[in-house]
């Protein structure tokens, strides 16, 4: 055999394992929903990293992979050239990706890890649960660059750390392997799992009568009609934004599209354009022309605020980091994410 094609066996090899987990991760709407959460390792100076937009759901059937040559973007990301910007399929996050020194870094948008991470005493809440792990608490900063100069500090005071809660975003695991990955993923789940509170069903009929007309669908999920008819939940989508994706995939630039309508309200012609309606006690309808991404993306807040106490004291985004969040380099990361899958 050839040298080259030597390589390519021990890559396609090393491959496989990362390429399956990222598979469970992605087909577990617990942890990633649509395109969301991403995936890399380091090969012998090459950083293999998710692609913007893909979906980690289709990890064994797609190729969701770019390879990168690691000593480039490093040299990059010290003269901040965000790795994002250089190479336009390159994933959203691939600087906090190389700036982890682990073989193996995951990052997923877990429901368990949104909802402490969306508090105000998330760094309090989260000492106990994830105490003798090797763990830090990330303040909310925006992805890319921003992010990984954040990390980097954090791991300049406890190079050991595998662990990271990012604020108002979710979770990143590192580890030498994608075993050890794994392993360290189901232990941090463990510890943060919240049960999800039992939300009033919805009132079929009603969103029947209201598929029945255009552009209106009763969704496939039941679970996302809890936006609607726990009382709870809308009290905590009325106060603002918890995460950017949910004001990116909404296309929202205020929380007011989360608000619940009145269901003695006739339907109004501006709520026709809106991409679903949450209708208050009653239920959730999408418009047809919503996404499975979108869809996807709805159904994961749904677990969310689902797992949010009543008294939570709860951080929302500021109107600035929500209009930051609404870059170019993000809408285009919506568009991808729309497009694939
Ligand atoms: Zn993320």
Not at 12 to 40: H, K, Y
Not at 84 to 95: M, P, V
Not at 131 to 147: C, E, F, K, N, T
Not at 284 to 297: G, H
Request: glycine share 6%; with cysteine.
């Amino acid at each position: 055999m050839e040298l080259s094609m030597i390589k390519d066996v021990a890559i396609n090899q090393n491959l496989r394992p990362l390429l399956e987990l990222a598979a469970r991760v992605g087909r577990d709407p617990l942890l990633t929903q649509a395109s969301t959460g991403n995936i890399s390792i380091k090969l012998e100076g090459v950083l293999w990293v998710k692609a913007s937009g893909k979906w980690l759901a289709d990890a064994t059937g797609d190729e969701i992979l770019i390879p990168l040559d690691l000593a480039e973007i490093n040299a990059g990301v010290a003269q901040n050239l965000d790795p994002a910007e250089r190479y336009s399929n390159a994933s959203i996050e691939t600087a906090m990706h190389v700036t982890l020194p682990h073989r193996v870094v995951l990052h997923v948008h877990s429901v368990n890890t949104i909802a402490w991470a969306v508090r105000k005493d998330a760094a309090a809440q989260l000492e106990a649960r994830l105490d003798g792990l090797r763990w830090q608490w990330i303040p909310y900063v925006a992805s890319g660059l921003p992010l990984a100069r954040e990390i980097e500090k954090a791991l300049s005071t406890r190079p050991d750390t595998d662990v990271l809660v990012l604020g108002n975003h979710g979770l990143v695991l590192g580890g030498q392997d994608c075993q050890t990955t794994e392993n360290l993923l189901s232990e941090v789940e463990r510890r943060l799992a919240i049960a999800a509170r039992q939300a009033h069903p919805a009132d079929y009929a009603l969103l029947a009568e209201f598929a029945a007309e255009a552009p209106w669908a009763v969704p496939d999920d039941d679970a996302i009609h809890a936006l609607a008819t726990d009382p709870v939940s809308r009290r905590i989508l009325e106060g603002g934004f918890l995460y950017p994706c949910q004001a990116i995939f909404s296309d929202a630039s205020t929380p007011e599209l989360f608000r619940a309508t009145p269901a003695a309200d006739g339907m109004l012609e501006s709520e026709e354009r809106r991409p679903f309606l949450i209708i208050e006690g009653r239920g959730v309808v999408i418009n047809r022309a919503m996404t499975p991404a979108e869809t996807a993306m709805l159904c994961g807040l749904a677990q969310v605020v689902q797992r949010i106490g009543s008294a939570a004291p709860l951080r929302y985004l500021t109107e600035t980091e929500v209009a930051a969040g609404s870059t170019t380099a993000t809408y285009r990361y919506r568009e991808l994410a729309n497009a694939s899958h």
